[in-house]
């Protein structure tokens, strides 16, 4: 009699449950009830017991482990066994993705940015690097390194051509954090309490970031940060890759469920936010503390049925072991360090830890309301001390939007994309969260026990949606909760295309690994191809020619300290240098209404604003007009108009004027009528 390979391994460690308990307090009755009564499902080998056949080798006959069903047909070898063939699919992947490089002519963009400048090769690339990842699913539990390899290629495939091909910033307002950095290095000290136009204020409240690069500009022996900007999303990438990993091992035994978690993750991740920024940063910190919490932080007693092979989803892992008090406070000294970083790089991020971490204590499971407390005190001790201007400015407009689900959960100060790329993109954004929430949704029904193992991991997916409820976050907050809730649903998402290895043979379950073997490569390749106006079809106000830049520069450089600097947004390459020493005012970051009321008289509306005894200079930019058009802060042909206004106005004068933008400077007494003193802006 063949041994069943989902066996359990005696656990001397475990104190005996035999009294069936749940793990977690959050499921109903009636969910326990119906998990319970479900029968055991009849784990069979996958290779069954049979004799090897004449001339085939004695291997043929010991069952393949989980997640290493090979399928091999009698005289032909599957596709499994030529060992060669991942190596060639990948580097001929690769080989396709750097012949397309040179062809991508990024300089001359249009309204779908990087879209319409993707060579066929580059598509190549990408499909037959997934074509070779599904081929390695096959062996995926005794030959792991290629997944992540692959892993690894899909990565640099989907984010490195900024990197590689960029003369300039990606992102323009991220030269803001190399302001910061360039601040620090000079100053050589942090004002949180300083009053610093551009919302500059958060960034000395929350400094942990930027003093880490601050560091890492001396240690490199770099200008700045730009050096190595454009680089982040891969580093941060592949720090996050053993991290998912981790987490998904956490409940998943079948290797090909975790990697194909990873990949799908990778694709649904088009949400811009692992840039050089500090949620960045944070973002991964948080992946540690929970992939801590999630393996050392079982209570002794809490497993339940979950460890009992019978029960679980054959591709479920049992409940790590259980850990005592001692233990788990000792872990809490080890992580509480993590946990003051993330408070000292994000303002957010501590939030969503403390969310997680809330929804993880109301399961047996992780009930540890010691970890909890002490997120929470080193959160509040932060926004009360370091963070407490912003903090308390927070606090007083929360009676304003607390409530307002509507407005909360909309994307940009507008939250209308105007344009075929923006719209294309916007499009795309929501049916890829689409896809992988309804995926996801599959599982969790159709997957029952699974769902019942991995609940800690659904619960902290679903953790930062309330949040919508609470604060828009300057209209960031719909990205922050997809990221946040991410790496749950990719999880799921995967659990419903990969097939349980080992599950019964079945009429039922041979249609299910039939339909999964169709649905596996289409939802991947769509995955992929609605990555691409998700992360590239904004493209166009993402690059900025460097003369841009050097434009930019030299209007800030000549305004003397206190000067004020108007701009329509504050997304265009150094929009924020000098930030210390020079005030900012960015007119146009208000709704659609206001600011179709100032086209009417743009320049009255500036000299309203402008503080009397000011130098002022006007900066609009190629760059701004792109941003302001696709993010539908100004009507069609509205920043043609702004601009045209200004050059005409006897209050504004030609500074510099080139084909990515012109400087205006202020000039009240060049007029008959002076300019009548406004608000400040």
Not at 216 to 237: D, K
Not at 269 to 291: E, F, K, M, R, S
Not at 319 to 328: D, K, L
Not at 477 to 485: A, D, E, I, P
Request: net charge neutral; charged share 15%; proline share 9%.
């Amino acid at each position: 009699m063949t041994k069943n390979l989902f066996t359990p391994k005696p656990e001397s460690d475990v104190p005996p449950e035999s009294n069936g308990t749940s793990e977690s307090d959050v499921l109903s009755e009636s969910s326990r009830t119906s998990g319970s009564s479900e029968p055991p499902e009849t784990l069979v080998p996958p290779q069954g017991n049979v004799p090897p056949k004449h001339g085939t080798s004695p291997r043929s006959s010991v069952p393949a482990p989980v997640g290493d069903r090979r399928g091999t047909l009698p005289g032909r070898p599957a596709l499994a066994d030529l060992v060669w063939l991942p190596v060639a699919l990948l580097v001929l992947g690769l080989g396709l993705w750097v012949s397309a490089l040179p062809e991508i002519d990024f300089r001359t963009m249009g309204d779908y940015g990087l879209l319409d400048r993707l060579p066929v090769t580059f598509h190549a690339s990408l499909l037959v690097l997934t074509a070779g990842f599904l081929l390695t699913l096959r062996r995926a539990g005794t030959s792991r390194a290629w997944p992540l390899a692959y892993c690894v290629a899909l990565l640099v495939a989907l984010k490195a051509p900024p990197a590689v091909l960029y003369d300039s910033v990606r992102y323009p307002w991220a030269s803001k954090h190399d302001a910061v950095v360039n601040v620090i290095l000079g100053a050589g000290e942090l004002r949180p309490n300083a009053g610093l136009s551009g919302n500059m204020s958060a960034y000395e409240q929350w400094p942990g970031f930027f003093t880490l690069n601050a560091a890492l500009v001396r240690a490199f022996g770099v200008e700045s940060t730009a050096v190595y900007l454009n680089w982040a999303p891969i580093v941060l990438g592949l720090i996050a890759l053993p991290l998912l990993v981790l987490i998904y091992r956490t409940f998943a035994e079948d290797w090909r469920l975790v990697w194909t978690a990873v990949w799908i993750f990778q694709l649904a991740n088009w949400v811009g936010q692992d840039y050089l920024a500090p949620q960045g940063l944070a973002y991964i910190l948080h992946l540690t503390v929970l992939a801590v919490v999630m393996r050392h932080f079982v209570r002794p007693g809490s497993a339940g049925r979950l460890r009992d092979r019978a029960y679980l989803d054959p591709a479920a892992t049992a409940v790590p072991p259980p850990t005592g008090v001692r233990q788990r406070a000792v872990c809490v000294a080890i992580i509480s360090p993590l946990i003051f970083a993330i408070n000292a790089v994000h303002q957010l991020t501590p939030v969503m830890l403390c969310a997680a971490l809330f929804v993880l204590a109301l399961t047996r499971r992780y009930r540890n309301y010691g970890l909890l407390v002490v997120a929470g005190l080193l959160m509040l001790t932060w926004n009360l001390t370091m963070g407490r201007p912003l903090f308390l400015e927070m606090l007083g407009t929360l009676r304003e939007s607390i409530g307002r689900l509507t407005e909360n959960s909309r994307a940009g100060y507008a939250g209308q994309l105007t344009g075929p790329g923006p719209e294309l993109a916007g499009q795309a954004n929501i049916a890829m969260a689409l896809a992988v929430v309804v995926l996801a949704g599959i599982a969790v029904l159709g997957r029952r026990r699974l769902t019942h193992s991995a609940l800690p991991l659904l619960l902290v997916s679903i953790a930062p949606v309330p949040l919508f409820a609470v604060n828009d976050y300057g209209g960031e907050m719909l990205f922050r909760v997809y990221l946040f809730g991410l790496p749950g649903a990719a999880f799921f998402a995967a659990a419903a295309l990969v097939p349980a290895a080992g599950a019964p043979r079945s009429r039922g379950a041979l249609v299910r690994r039939r339909i999964a073997a169709v649905a596996l490569p289409v939802v991947l390749v769509a995955l992929t191809a609605g990555f691409l106006p998700s992360y590239y079809g904004k493209e166009t106000m993402y690059y900025t020619p460097p003369a841009e830049t050097e434009l930019v520069t030299r209007a800030i450089d000549r305004l003397p300290e206190g000067g004020l600097l108007l701009a329509t947004a504050g997304s265009f390459p150094q929009a924020l240098h000098r930030y210390d020493q020079v005030e900012h005012w960015f007119f146009a970051e208000q709704e659609l209404p206001e600011n179709e009321k100032m086209l009417a008289d743009p320049a009255r509306y500036l000299a309203d604003g402008i503080p009397p005894g000011t130098t002022a200079h006007v900066v609009l930019t190629r760059t701004q007009d792109i941003y302001t058009a696709g993010e539908g802060l100004l009507p069609p042909g509205g920043f043609e108009t702004l601009r045209t206004r200004l050059k005409a106005s006897p209050l504004f004068k030609t500074v510099e004027e080139t084909p990515y933008g012109v400087v205006l400077a202020y000039t009240p007494a060049s007029t008959a009528t002076p300019a009548t003193s406004g608000g400040t802006p």
